[in-house]
Every structure is written in C-alpha cells, then in structure tokens.
C-alpha cells in the first residue's frame, strides 16, 4: 500500500538517481571546460551522454508525478517557505528540462555531430548559425550557476528539514524504506 | 512516534553549521573542478588567447590559420581503406567535401608569402551523420612533443624576456628538427602543391574489429615548383588565395589520402617524431577540389575543423594532441561565432 508521507518508490529512485546525475553534470561540466588534457574528450563524451539520459529520466519523472503526485507539506511550514519550496520546485523541473535541450541545440548549431552512449548519432535540433549558436551557449553557460545554486539551496532546505525541523518533508524522498513505512493494513 | 521537533534549541545550531559546512564543501570543490583556485592550470581558454598576435586575435575570425579560403569538392574512395577502418566514407564512392586552404599564423596581417607552414581543413560526410573532420599541415612533423610543450613555446616566442626562445629550444630538443626542416624544405607558389599531413596518430578499426594506429597525408599530383622564399615575400598579401582561384578554373585540383599504419614500437603519442620508412601505407581515395570560395562567406566559415569529429571506425590515440587541439579550437569556435558582427557576410549584391 501507498504511504501517503512518502514520494512512491518509482519516485524516490529517479530523485537519487537523477541527483547523482545531475551533480556529475555539474562537476564534469566545468571540468572539461577548463582542460587541455586527454581527460578533456572522456569528459565531454560523458556529459553528453548523461545530458541525454537525464532528458529521458526528466520525462519519466514528470509523467510519474503527473501519475502519483507528492505528498502535502507539513501544515506548520511558514508559508514564505511553502512558497520558496514550491517555487524552487518549478525551477528545478524547468531547468531538468531546458539544460539538455539546450546543450543539444547549442552543439546543432554549431555543427557539431552528437555523439552519445558510445556511438549513437543523433540528429541536429536546431539550424547553424554563429547568433543563434552564441544565444545557446550564453544560456547553458550561466543556466548551469544558476542550477547548481538552485541545486545547494534544495540541498541546505533538505537538511534543514532533516536535522531541525525534523518534519517527515525529507523523510518523503528518502533513498531508504525507513522505520516510518506503514505496514499493509496498519 | 516521538512528536515532531523534538530536541529543537540544544542541537539546532550545530545542525546550522552542518547544513553550512555541506554546502560549502560542494560549492569549494565546484569552484575547485572549474580550475578557479588552480591558476597554474593550463585551460584551452589560456592556450587560446596565448595565441594572440601582438596586435590583439582578430575578432571574429579563427584564433589561428586565420588567413584562408573555402573549397568544396568530393573524396572519391578507392574501396582499400575498408580494409582498415569500417568508416563509412572509406566504402567505393563518392562524397562531399567541405574544406579550407590556410597559412599557419594567428595574425591576419602577415602576408601569405612569409608563412613557412600551410595548412588544410577537411571535412568528409557520409550518411548517418558520420562526420570526418581534419585539420593538417604542411610540415612533415609537429615542432613540439607535448601540447604543454606547444603552450610554452607560445609563451616563449611573444615573451620580451632576450634568451625566453633560447631556454625554450634547451628544454625541448625536438624543436631543431622542425627548425631544420623550415629552413631547408623547398617553398612553392600554390596550395595545390603542398601536402597535408595528419601528424598526429588515430586508431582505424575495421569491420572485423581489428585496429591499427595511423597517420594520413594528402599528397598533391600537382608538381612541386620549388620557389625562393625572397620572391614569394615580395608577392601579393593574398597570392595564395588568388592563385588557387585562378588553377581551380582550369580544371579540378587532386591530391592521393594515403594512410600509413605504425609498427609495433613506433613513437605513436608524439607527432614530433615521424615513423620510420617503409611502413605499410594504404591508398583510401583522391581528394578533388572542384571550387573555391572566400573565407568570409564559404561555407567553410560554420565548420570548426576539430580533429576530434571522427565517424565510426576512427578513434583518438595515445597521442595527446587531438584533445588538446578539440578542446581549444571549440574555444575559438565559441568566440568567434559571439565576435561575428566584426568579421561580416558581404552582402550578395556587394560581391
């Protein structure tokens, strides 16, 4: 049976899943930027593979929550924070979706091949062009602070709620089953 | 259940500085992974603007081989290169050609005729966006080992500092070779009459799975005029340009790709070094030039001639170079598209 505290399990291991993901993009990302190295191919072969997956992770994701929704926040959370969760909920979806449609566009544009998972080749998704190029790369450029920031404030809330506040709004996404998982019936 | 809240006041602020301390480890290690804290580190942001003439990069344009023209043609494949590399455009046939003539120097000013070193960028397509892109040069070996050793000889050669070129060729013993080839291997008066070399080493895998590690050149069946250096100083700033306008009027320009495969043992990490004589070498197909179009509005203009654009059945090697030259020239691909306001189209009517 559904706890109706908790994210379903379809949910909770697309969030870890996802976020393991999305820290890596993060961290292979300004990586590879920054190195002249033979590292430098690896890295760039891996953000783009992983950009890919996580498109197709996002677009399960959504559909799961279109499906099962998300349990309610405690009733005594403030409502500036209720408004900041939700908010930063928004955000979050929106930049899960738009970064690797965005670094997708952005290598179509400047004619470069997408290579991912080892040899697949997809298609471009947007004509070349050196403005349209430039708009792309601006935008998956500093859309990635922005998300990485975005990410860290998610991360500092998902603390506050589960060293202080202590209110079961963590505990809805835990990767663990925990103690607080009703019994069939119970 | 024990009531939510529990325990809030004696531990809250030892859960702030929790809270604090694993953000600010992300944010660090973050600002670390970006080379932030690391100014030592050598980006392909540094490489490329170390690139720099005195007179600043000229914007808009590529950061080096600035000077150039288009070309299209095909690559008409002989079949031999299947034998090697499962590579789509190795099958008989033919296949468009996108590609650029240049002259190795980063300053837009200097004239054709005193760049000892010519270079070509080449892109062959087949079906199933299956891209080869290549950029090769004249020379027979790279002048530097190491992209390292590349970066200090772009410091090294526009430092103020007297003996910087002198301690440079001390630390690097391989830059005499390529010193001795540029001041005895013959000029000549047209692109059509160079060849391009790879030099650096890529691995071909056929269709059974079996791979070798190669090196290719276009060799020109134009012949060789060999033209003193003196005169061709004295030539227009833009001779080469307009000389391979004119000869690709008269008739289409070709030039043999021929793959040559390492041996055991041969120095395959370092394009400084070339491979001995006799190894197996294999003829994959004839480049032809059918035209010529200028820089600015060719379509060569969009192509970024990044040697990492490989179809299937070529890979990178041990050689450094490739990722090294991949990371930097989409450096320079990401400036010059944002600076292309100062590098214009000609409108079609001002031609």
Request: net charge positive; hydrophobic share 45%; proline share 10%.
């Amino acid at each position: 049976m559904a706890d109706p505290k908790k994210f379903s399990p379809l949910q909770r291991v697309l969030h870890w899943l996802m976020a393991i993901c999305i820290l890596t993009m993060f961290f292979v990302g300004v990586g590879m930027v920054s190195t002249v190295t033979p590292k430098y191919l690896r890295l760039i072969e891996l953000h783009k593979t992983v950009g890919i997956l996580l498109l197709i992770l996002v677009v399960i994701r959504i559909a799961a929550r279109w499906r099962y929704g998300a349990p309610a926040l405690p009733a005594n959370l403030p409502v500036p924070i209720k408004l900041a969760a939700g908010l930063s909920h928004y955000v979050l979806y929106g930049l899960m979706i738009v970064m690797p449609l965005l670094g997708w566009a952005m290598l179509s544009a400047a004619n470069y091949p997408v290579v991912v998972f080892g040899g697949l080749r997809l298609p471009p998704i947007a004509p070349q062009g050196e403005l349209l190029h430039t708009v792309l790369w601006d935008a998956h450029h500093y859309l990635a602070f922005v998300f990485f920031a975005v990410v860290l404030a998610h991360l500092s809330a998902a603390l506050m709620h589960a060293l202080i506040r202590r209110d079961g709004v963590f505990e809805a996404m835990s990767p663990l089953p925990g103690p607080s998982m009703r019994q069939p019936g119970g | 259940m024990k009531p939510p809240r529990a325990g809030v006041g004696r531990s809250a602020l030892g859960s702030w500085a929790i809270i604090g301390i694993v953000v600010a480890i992300a944010a660090i290690a973050f600002v670390y992974t970006a080379g932030w804290l690391s100014p030592q580190r050598t980006t392909p942001a540094k490489l490329v603007s170390a690139l720099a003439p005195p007179g600043g990069p000229a914007l808009g344009r590529r950061r080096n081989h600035v000077k150039g023209v288009c070309f299209t043609g095909t690559f008409e494949a002989t079949g031999a290169g299947t034998a090697i590399s499962r590579a789509p455009m190795f099958v008989r046939g033919q296949y468009p050609v996108v590609g650029r003539f240049n002259v190795a120097t980063a300053d837009p000013n200097a004239p054709d005729g005193t760049v000892r070193v010519r270079g070509m960028g080449l892109q062959i397509s087949a079906p199933g966006q299956q891209i080869w892109r290549s950029a090769m040069i004249s020379a027979p070996f790279f002048p530097v080992a190491t992209p390292s050793a590349f970066y200090a000889l772009l410091l090294a050669s526009s430092s103020k500092a007297p003996d910087a070129m002198k301690m440079f060729i001390a630390a690097h013993p391989e830059f005499a070779n390529f010193g001795a080839w540029a001041k005895t291997a013959p000029w000549t008066r047209s692109y059509a009459e160079e060849p391009y070399n790879s030099l650096d080493s890529f691995v071909f895998t056929s269709g059974s799975g079996a791979t070798s590690i190669v090196r290719w050149s276009l060799l020109p069946t134009a012949p060789a005029v060999s033209v003193p250096p003196e005169v061709l100083a004295k030539q227009d700033p833009y001779f080469l340009d307009q000389e391979i306008a004119q000869r690709v009027k008269a008739g289409p320009l070709r030039w043999t790709m021929v793959v040559t495969v390492a041996a055991a043992g041969d120095p395959t990490a370092d394009p400084s070094k070339a491979w001995p004589q006799g190894r197996r070498t294999v003829d994959v197909g004839t480049l032809v030039v059918q035209d010529v179009q200028p820089d600015r509005d060719g379509p060569c203009r969009d192509i970024n001639y990044d040697p990492t654009v490989l179809p299937a059945g070529i890979s990178t090697s041990d050689d450094p170079f490739p990722a090294a030259r991949s990371s930097a020239y989409r450096v320079s691909y990401d400036r010059r598209t944002a600076e292309a306001k100062y590098y214009p189209r000609t409108a079609p009517e001002a031609r």
